[in-house]
């Protein structure tokens, strides 16, 4: 009988070679699919695997939100703000010559005048503060956005000596104003006159609405830059200094620094780093924080892997002391735990990768919809500084994840398939 099955086992060991290397590939596909005996470790082995998915989906759309807010911060708040000013002590007569040796430099795409004012517009009793930019309509599209925004009117209307504003549309939804509507702005300065101490103030028209839908619609009023240099006591054609369009806008403090140390006269310059670079910071700090913790849920599911797999170890124990006695090589053992764990990663993880894409592409629409639903709105630009949540998928953070959720799972599999390989055949079978 022995010689028997010896002779029956030759061809095996002779083709076995070829045989072994497919084995755990054949082996490890087939405890997949088999329905094991323990349905708790095909609980198991469901939430892993379900873990993995949710954990590789939601990195995806949070980091594709947070690259959304990052890229409305530069193209809405960046595009309205100038990238760089250059100013002078003094107010700037001849602005058209050094305008001409700002645009020299190959870093600056644009320049404009502009003079600024704060104050407080009113209208019926409400009050509201306000940034007040003096700009020149004929040059404002070089270095600014607004004209891509306007709601109503055109920046052309803004005349010399009619005394015209544009408002931001929060500022014209709070003191329900439109077009052709009176505002009064208030200066913080005080005239004095025979009759007493009197506040400077100015009636303007409303000639345009913008909205960009961010902060700066409640925040931000534009006058044509004549009228600002008469409620500044400016000379006619002086103004206040020039604003400036970079081509990358990470180098503006070096640019700016650059153009003032080169340039004639008393100027300074300053950068957006300086007003909302703290913003610009905290959104990339708030994408690398989320990214660490959303990975340990990525890392959760991993652990849930190695519980799975050291169940099926324990459960397959004569399974593998079988193997061992037929001539598999502990090598081939782990292979057979190791692909089990890795298609249960690699369906998680394409899973979680396929969600994610989808959810990304279309969280703006879904929380539209959830909010016309709800009649309520969840980013109000009263508080944030846009009004809607974007989104702005990248596939190399795509690449990345799915490239961490696949290497943890297939680390989670190496303990399991390396205890799955010290099996002893003779102690697993001595009960069996």
Known sequence: MSIRYALRLRPFSCYG?????????????????????????????????????LGVMV???????????????????????????????????????????????????????????????????????????????????????????????????????????????????????????????????????????????????????????AELDGSLALVHIADAGRLSRMQPGEVQGLRLRLD?????????????????????AQD??????NLFAAIRMEKTMISLLLLLIVAVAAFNIISTLVMVVTDKKADIAILRTLGASPRSIMGVFMVQGSVIGVTGTLAGCVLGVLAALNVTEIVAWIEGLLGRQFLSSDVYFISYLPSQLIWNDVLLICSAGLGLSFLATLYPAWRAARTEPAEALRYD
Do not use: C
């Open 248 to 268: 990358d806008l990470f180098q503006a403090p070096r640019v700016a620094w650059d153009l003032v140390a080169t340039l004639p006269g008393e100027l300074y």
């Open 272 to 277: 957006w780093t300086r007003s909302h670079g």
């Open 17 to 53: 070679l070829s045989m072994f290397r497919q084995l755990p590939l054949f082996i490890g596909l087939r405890y997949t699919r088999a329905k094991r005996r323990n349905h708790f470790i095909s609980f198991i082995s469901l939430i892993s695997m379900l873990g993995l998915t």
């Open 59 to 213: 990195m995806i759309l949070v980091l594709s939100v947070m690259n959304g807010f990052d890229r409305e911060l530069r193209t809405r708040i960046l595009g309205m703000v100038p990238h760089a000013t250059v100013n002078g002590y003094q107010p700037l007569g001849n602005w058209q010559d050094l305008a001409g040796q700002l645009l020299e430099h190959p870093r600056v795409e644009g320049v404009a005048p502009f003079i600024q004012m704060q104050g407080m517009l009113t209208h019926n009793g409400a009050v509201a503060p306000v940034l007040v930019n003096g700009i020149d309509p004929a040059h404002e599209g070089k270095v600014s956005i607004i004209e891509q925004h306007m709601q109503a009117g055109v920046l052309t209307d803004l005349r010399d000596g009619e005394f015209g504003i544009v408002v931001g549309e929060l500022t014209a939804r709070r003191f329900g104003v439109q077009v052709g509507d009176k505002l009064t702005f208030v200066l913080p300065e005080a005239s004095v006159t025979p009759a007493g101490v009197f506040p400077r103030l100015k009636r303007f028209t409303v000639a345009g609405v913008f909205k960009v839908g």
